[in-house]
Every structure is written in C-alpha cells, then in structure tokens.
C-alpha cells in the first residue's frame, strides 16, 4: 500500500489540527496502521494504532484524550484528529501500515510496520 499524509500546517497553542493519511492500493481494513511523529533530534514516537480488522484505536499513554484516531474505510483514509495542541506537539507525523497484526505491547514499535507515508509537518506556536 502507498501512503500519502498531509493536512499538517502551523498553528497556535491549543489549537487543533487533523491529518490525512490516504492509502492507495488494498484497503485499510487488512492492515495495521498507525501514526507516529518525530521531533528534531529526537527518536520516532508512537501516537496510536488500529490493528487489521478490529477498529479499536489504541493510542500511546501520553497521548490519550487530545488525539483521536479514526478511518474513513469508503476514502480508505486515516485521520488524525489532535486537539489543544502544544508546541511539545511539534514534529512531523508520519502514518505507517502493516499487513500484519502486533501484539498490541508491540503496536508502538516503528520496526512493525512496512510502509510508510512521508510525513507531514505539525509546527505548533507558543
């Protein structure tokens, strides 16, 4: 599957954002797909998850309650909804799939997952 992020931009503290990740190939239901994003200097960080056929998001401790998760299986799209934002929040995003399904202690694990989207800049303003 190819995966195209975007929907990133510039916005202020406690603002709110939502990205895309549109799939083109097999639908997102037969994978794992993901969102994770990366700070300058820092390590890639797991957002949250929804393993293949289950739709449940999981999400990363720190990240739950201002970011959701969620797909549009008719646009074969994924979103990320995040909500008062932080500039902590600043990073680019990246979606990610597999056709596997993690164990879900596994799910925030970037070696999982076999395509990637190119990522999608988030810069939040203090």
């Known amino acids: 599957v190819q995966l195209q992020a975007s929907g990133g931009g510039l916005v202020q503290t406690g603002g709110s954002l939502r990205l895309s990740c549109a799939g083109a190939?097999?639908?997102?239901?037969?994978?794992?797909v993901a969102w994770f994003r990366q700070a300058p200097g820092r390590e890639r960080e797991f957002v949250g998850a929804?393993?293949?056929?289950?739709?449940?998001?999981r999400y990363a401790e720190s990240k739950k309650g201002r970011f959701m998760i969620s797909i549009n299986n008719a646009e074969n799209t994924m979103y990320l909804q995040m909500t008062s934002l932080k500039p902590e929040d600043t990073a680019v995003y990246y979606c990610?799939?597999?056709?596997?399904?993690?164990?879900?202690?596994?799910?925030?694990?970037?070696?999982?997952?076999?395509?990637w989207g190119q990522g999608t800049l988030v810069t939040v303003s203090s």
């Open positions: 990610a799939a597999t056709p596997s399904t993690p164990i879900v202690s596994n799910l925030g694990n970037p070696r999982v997952y076999d395509y």
């Open positions: 929804i393993r293949r056929r289950e739709g449940v998001p």
């Open positions: 190939g097999r639908t997102f239901s037969t994978y794992t």
